[in-house]
């Protein structure tokens, strides 16, 4: 939530003359993304965002998440869309760090969706997987079930002080997916971050979704697993059936779950749920309390986890448990 | 230079229906003000910047600020407007916090200023010093002479930790400027705090000057020192008569400066150098080295004091000698 490379109006001015689109005519560091430096771009053609690539991200990886956006964006789907300069690049580089172009988006992120709202996100992240199946690059998940132990790890001796028996959780949980995942799910690109803050809405229409840069390969229901988590617990804590219906049903609509997808719903959840518990316990006890980034409470996602752990069937996510292809 | 204060999606739609401008289709806190959070709001009918006033800013004042903002704007100076709400309201809450809604302005301020740069500063400077001549609102200097000593006193005792013998300098400084110090010079509402960063130039002509919240009651003729000392020293802390030649140029073309204001500006110029000297030297002993908040060098103004003691006239500055009435 910072602006962590200073750009001035020289160096601005100069970068955007490449991409023909006008001067500069107003430029705002903006307070968005917790690991990278963004500035808002207006140019005699418009809005754009600026995005400075700081030292978290692998350099190696921007190819893929630039690509990406460029390929969701021409099969149709609302994201920003990179800019090309005149030479066809559009992986740059700005005070010292690569740095991209993209397009801006219209849209509020909401605080408190509704289950219309988890609808839309259900039928959008349908349609990015479909939108993505001819990508053709692949990247590797970096949080996925085989980083979540060595990830433990770096701070399980630590882990009690956050609460006491989360170590004990976080290992049986550990044993019960390493022992349970399904490995045979179909795959593709997933973009494994999409909560809310990462969806925008206007006139309560989805209008677009952004923050590819955890995007990877693997499988698709995980995807549909982060967002049950992400968008129907209540600020109570409480699993909302509505809202996981709505979900599920909009996504369903748009891509049809296997009945393997299907099965392994709670197994996905109950591994998204871990996954972000074990981000933010990592960030808890390697962030001061008085940094000014906020740390997100890691007791929320093993309240979560819990939940995920008395789940028998995707049903009780909402899912509407004809089979679809007969009852056509 | 962050966002301290969080607005939700439905706060900012709920604000911002009473001002009859559209729905909020875009959002972004903005990295801008040290002591206030700022967003970028996008309604239906353009851009605005909405500014939350954080807990340094004393709410009696503000009615000062955005009656100020108002008058210069209507008297075609270009500067933010405080957009008024349906029941005629320009200050208003929002998050627990006082809130002003206020037009959005074009531009980029310069970080390497050249002379022609200066030269409009100037001009502008007085262009606002004239517009508000029939402004009826007074705001006493916070940081003025009086104000000086009080705060020097706040870290007397730990100046000498910044550089040996800055201590001495300033009470040295302190005793000469309550000596000299001009009392009668023309008043008016000064900026105060006219630096690079609240100017904005668009295709290298001055588009707007912005950040009114240390505009204050006090002799016109400190505000040209206050810039003087902004806009005409170089990075390595040589001062650059050709740029001081131009500003005062610039300002005397639009309001010609007095044989009393000439005659006092080197104090005028020693008296804001040490009053940035001062607020540095206590920001810099008050913030941990690690804050987000940069901290400025103090030592630059101790050097630029230690310019104006050696200086004799305003000749020095560049201004041009010359009795411009009789000239004509």
Redesign the interface.
């Known amino acids: 939530?910072?602006?962590y490379t200073d750009v001035?109006?020289?160096e601005?001015?100069a970068f955007i003359a490449s991409y023909g689109l006008g001067?500069?005519?107003?430029?705002?560091?903006?307070?968005?993304g917790v690991e990278n430096t963004n500035y808002?771009v207006?140019t005699e053609q418009g809005w754009f965002i600026l995005t400075l690539y700081e030292k978290r991200v692998n350099p190696a990886e921007l190819p893929f998440f630039l690509s990406l956006m460029e390929h969701l964006a021409g099969s149709g789907l609302n994201c920003p869309t990179p800019v090309r300069d005149s030479e066809g690049c559009n992986l740059r580089e700005i005070a010292g760090r690569p740095a991209a172009l993209v397009t801006?988006l219209?849209?509020?992120?909401?605080?408190?969706p509704t289950a219309d709202h988890c609808g839309e996100v259900g039928e959008a992240l349908a349609r990015m997987h479909i939108a993505a199946a001819d990508f053709s690059l692949t990247r590797r998940n970096g949080l996925g079930i085989d980083d979540w132990r060595p990830l433990y790890e770096r701070f399980a001796e630590r882990a009690d002080e956050i609460r006491g028996g989360l170590g004990a959780m976080i290992e049986a949980e550990l044993a019960f997916l390493d022992a349970r995942w399904p490995r045979d799910l179909p795959q593709g690109v997933i973009h494994a971050d999409l909560f809310p803050d990462n969806v925008f809405f206007?006139?309560d229409q989805l209008s677009g979704l952004i923050d590819f840069y955890f995007a990877c390969t693997d499988a698709l229901a995980y995807d549909v697993a982060v967002c049950l988590n992400a968008w129907c617990f209540e600020a109570d804590g409480q699993f909302n059936i509505t809202k996981g219906r709505a979900l599920l049903k909009g996504y369903d609509s748009v891509r049809q779950l296997s009945e393997a997808e299907r099965a392994a719903l709670p197994v996905l959840a109950r591994g998204s749920a871990l996954r972000f518990l074990l981000t933010r316990a990592y960030d808890w006890i390697n962030t001061p309390p008085d940094a000014?980034v906020k740390r997100k409470d890691p007791g929320e996602y093993a309240r979560r986890l819990s939940f995920h752990q008395t789940i028998r069937s995707a049903r009780e996510y909402g899912l509407d448990g004809t089979d679809r292809a007969s009852a056509r």
Do not use: C, N, Q
């Open positions: 939530m910072a602006v001035g109006d020289e601005i001015s001067e500069v005519v107003s430029f705002k560091g903006i307070a968005e808002l207006e801006f219209e849209g509020l992120s909401v605080r408190r206007l006139h000014l």
